[in-house]
């Protein structure tokens, strides 16, 4: 719920997903996935410091 918060102030979110000790956060526009990071990587969270990246997309390496 924190994460939500957070990071749907600044676009609307398709989901999130935890991972062990990684959060993955799709939003519906890439445009509001760089605004978020821009405003929030370094800041604190929760106890720790957000080190945010955007996520590689991987495809399908059968695919041509």
Do not use: M
């Amino acid at each position: 719920k924190q994460v939500y918060n957070l990071f749907s102030n600044f676009g609307n979110l398709e989901c999130i997903v935890t991972k062990k000790h990684k959060v993955f956060i799709k939003f519906r526009s890439g445009y509001f996935a760089a605004v978020a990071l821009n405003y929030l990587n370094g800041l604190p969270f929760a106890g720790n410091l957000l080190d945010l990246n955007i996520a590689k997309i991987q495809r399908n390496a059968n695919k041509k």
